[in-house]
């Protein structure tokens, strides 16, 4: 499932769309959500700068190439779902005919942006503005943003407090911070030495401290990397991700922990797998 690394890798791959006008959108399949205007009224506008909250791509739709971002008309957010993917076919590359899994091209005079999600949990949807419904309503419950300078670990320590839950799937649900996933919470627990059973309200200040320098040391080596590919993520332009080849605990079970030799263990918790080393993550 793209998480936000593959999807902040998506965001820095699509840049050839920034300041393209509109000519169309095509739609396939119903997605998980309608686009909820006429694809026609979009033709004409033009693509602001791409930007991300969570797992939503936003993509300014401007009167102009000039208009302010804020300016109506307003935005498009795209949803990768559990197997989406974005990818951008520039003016002069021959652009296939859709196949069954592409459900949505964007096109505009410097290219196509194709959205393929054979599961179909993905979508693209219509709101007049990052603040205006649907899009404030998608983005209300989100937790801070894990690169954001006002997501400090005080701010960590502060949400943990406010929770009973054991900390992997209070990290999964987003509400600490965004991002966290079920690669990158397992990855970071084990860097921060925390096993992924201990209850929020049992993590201190030091323990809160290495927690927020993990997750973002893991999230930013998965963007790095250009993200996780272990089924069909692609970046824009075609390209695997390799922090599979970098995981320290997720899906390693039975094999050797890098820090102590010991064998990582696998549990569910909350319908979701978890990998840790129980040598060295300590409730
Ligand atoms: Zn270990």
């Not at 939503?56 to 102009?64: F, T």
């Not at 201990?198 to 290495?210: D, E, H, M």
């Not at 590919?229 to 050797?256: I, K, M, S």
């Not at 030799?261 to 797998?273: D, F, K, L, N």
């Amino acid at each position: 499932m793209p998480e936000l690394p593959e999807v902040e890798v998506t965001r820095r791959s699509v840049g050839g769309v920034q300041g393209a006008r509109v000519l169309g959108l095509r739609l396939g399949k119903p997605l998980r959500w309608p686009l909820g205007v006429d694809p026609s009224r979009l033709a004409g506008l033009h693509v602001g700068e791409v930007g991300r909250r969570g797992k939503y791509l936003l993509l300014p739709l401007l009167d102009g190439p000039g208009a302010a971002p804020d300016a109506a008309p307003g935005v498009l957010l795209w949803h990768l779902g559990m197997s989406g993917s974005l990818a951008w076919w520039p003016l002069g590359r021959p652009l296939p005919e859709p196949g069954r899994h592409d459900h949505a091209d964007l096109r505009t005079d410097a290219g196509t942006l194709r959205l393929t999600d054979p599961r179909r949990f993905g979508a693209v949807v219509w709101a007049p503005g990052p603040e205006a419904p649907p899009a404030s309503r998608l983005l209300a419950g989100l937790g801070p943003e894990p690169f954001d300078p006002a997501w400090t670990a005080g701010d960590l320590l502060a949400r943990l407090r406010a929770r009973r839950a054991p900390i992997k799937p209070a990290l999964l649900s987003g509400e600490l911070v965004v991002g966290a996933g079920n690669i990158y919470a397992s990855d970071a627990l084990w860097e921060a030495g925390i096993d992924p059973r201990t209850p929020c309200t049992r993590i201190g200040p030091a323990r809160a401290t290495r927690l927020h320098a993990a997750v973002r040391q893991v999230l930013g080596e998965a963007i790095a990397a250009g993200g996780s590919t272990l089924r069909d993520f692609r970046n824009a332009h075609g390209e695997v991700g390799q922090y599979q080849g970098r995981r320290r605990v997720y899906g390693r079970e039975g094999e050797p922990c890098a820090r102590c030799g010991g064998a990582i263990r696998r549990i569910m918790q909350g319908q979701r797998a978890t990998y840790f080393c129980p040598g060295c993550q300590r409730r």
